[in-house]
């Protein structure tokens, strides 16, 4: 059974930091693109952040120059760290795996003023 865990979200004043964690259970993790999405309150769930097997990544124009996708395929996790944090970026973070579109249960940010 495949199954996606985020943690790592927070509340955090606009300019920090926080850094998500996926931990992927049962699947091969290494052969798989891994992305980020979320969604805000009363807003469609929109994409933030892909990273492929091969490491190449893709970011929303949104998040560019701030956020970061990685992988440790020891680990069977992918991670993302947001950086200069804006309130606009308060939503619920979720990871996803396209082959099969297999979600995990997401994990709140709340970036205040």
């Known amino acids: 059974q495949v199954q996606l865990v985020e943690s790592g979200g927070g509340l955090v004043q606009a300019g920090g930091s926080l850094r998500l964690s996926c931990v992927a259970s049962?699947?091969?993790?290494?052969?798989?693109?891994m992305d980020w999405y979320r969604q805000a309150p009363g807003k469609q769930r929109e994409f933030v952040a892909k990273?492929?097997?091969?490491?190449?990544?893709i970011y929303a124009d949104s998040v560019k120059g701030r956020f970061t996708v990685s992988r440790d395929n020891a680990k069977n996790t992918v991670y993302l760290q947001m950086n200069s944090l804006k309130p606009e970026d308060t939503a619920v973070y979720y990871c996803?795996?396209?082959?099969?579109?297999?979600w995990g249960q997401g994990t709140q940010v709340t970036v205040s003023s």
């Open positions: 990273i492929t097997s091969g490491g190449n990544t």
């Open positions: 996803f795996r396209g082959i099969g579109g297999t």
């Open positions: 049962g699947i091969i993790f290494s052969i798989n693109t």
